[in-house]
């Protein structure tokens, strides 16, 4: 009697011990109480309307002729159909006065711009400064990024390089959400935004009006309450290991004083 008394007390403080030890896992940027509608709707912009900022980075391309940006002078000739494939991109950065230096245009303003305001602004110089026909120029802005973290296939930043880029297709591009993930509860933190926007990807209704992705966004998928639930038992079984070792040696010693 006594000896399943003191049994039982060993196997209660080991318990209890476990118990304390215990520390319950924490899901980052918490949030349930989802974004209305109509705030979600007014952070809807897309990289189209994107205004250009000093230290951002334009891709610029001639699409008319062999000649790049940087050795554009005139005169300037049409390239054979063969040569546009091999027409490259060029890069160049937005200095802090907002203006971008640029052969034969000098420095020009194009903070505050939108993409398709400054290909124009560009293209209506060159082509004053070139006296030819208008020139066909395309330009991207190549440093926008969102940043994925949580149970998706591909943790990481990406780029944005469409003027929309769904929070569906995102994900996608990133290999898809793992079977960890609560496809009811992805969060997007957005700058200037002090709720996560919070997309229940089991709802039609995130296909049918899609979240549009923002430069600077950080999308969190959360683990599932399966996924949770494994964990606190996989890590109370690593915790109770110990002490049932100690617990069968209590009572292998008490055994054999028996004998």
């Known amino acids: 009697m006594r000896f399943s008394l003191f049994s039982y007390l060993v196997l209660g403080l080991i318990l209890i011990c476990s118990s304390c030890a215990y520390k319950q896992d924490q899901i980052l940027f ?14 809807m912009a ?10 951002d980075i334009l891709q610029i391309r001639n699409l008319q002729n062999i000649k790049t940006i940087v050795d554009l002078h005139p005169p300037l000739g049409n390239a054979a159909p063969q040569q546009l494939s091999a027409i490259q991109p060029e890069t160049f950065q937005v200095d802090d006065d907002g203006t971008v230096a640029l052969t034969g245009l000098g420095h020009v303003p194009v903070a505050g711009l939108t993409r398709q305001e400054a290909t124009k ?48 297709e995102f994900i996608g591009e990133a290999g898809g959400i793992t079977d960890r993930a609560d496809e009811k509860n992805i969060e997007i933190i957005r700058n200037g935004q002090p709720d996560p926007i919070v997309v229940d990807l089991s709802d039609m209704k995130s296909i049918a009006n ?50």
Not at 128 to 140: G, S
Not at 144 to 164: H, P, R
């Open 210 to 259: 899609p979240v549009i992705l923002q430069s600077g966004d950080v999308i969190y998928i959360t683990e599932n309450k399966r996924a949770i639930r494994s964990d606190k038992n996989q890590n109370l079984s690593v915790l109770l290991q110990p002490g049932l070792l100690i617990f069968s040696t209590i009572i292998l010693i008490f055994s054999i004083i028996r004998r």
């Open 46 to 55: 897309n990289i189209r309307n994107y205004r250009i900022k000093p230290q």
């Open 121 to 168: 602004k560009i293209e209506d110089l060159y082509h004053a400064y070139l006296k030819e026909d208008a020139l066909l120029l395309e330009l991207k802005i190549i440093n926008l990024k969102v940043t994925v973290l949580g149970e998706i296939k591909s943790q990481g930043n990406y780029a944005l390089t469409k003027d929309k880029t769904t929070l569906v």
């Open 30 to 43: 918490q949030q349930k109480k989802p974004i209305p509608d109509s705030i979600l709707q007014k952070n």
